[in-house]
């Protein structure tokens, strides 16, 4: 009973990771293409600075870097 219990466990971990890195990766890809559709969002989240596509590509590709990230601990953990 307890191993599978922890079966479960990991495979809810696994795919909470891999649905991370989705994420990561759709929103990274979407902010780098149309950083146009991102500004009211920006405006918002960076409220006392004003948000500019430059400041958004910038977080699009750290969005980027943070899933190839948690893919690599993801790899890494089975091995």
Known sequence: MEETSR???LTVNTFGLCVGVQLGLV???AAIFW???FMPLFDILMFPWAASCRAIR???I???GVSLLLLVTRLACYH
Do not use: E
């Open 62 to 64: 750290a969005a980027i």
């Open 35 to 37: 950083p146009d559709k």
């Open 7 to 9: 079966i479960g466990i």
């Open 27 to 29: 929103f990274g890809l």
């Open 58 to 60: 910038a977080n699009g």
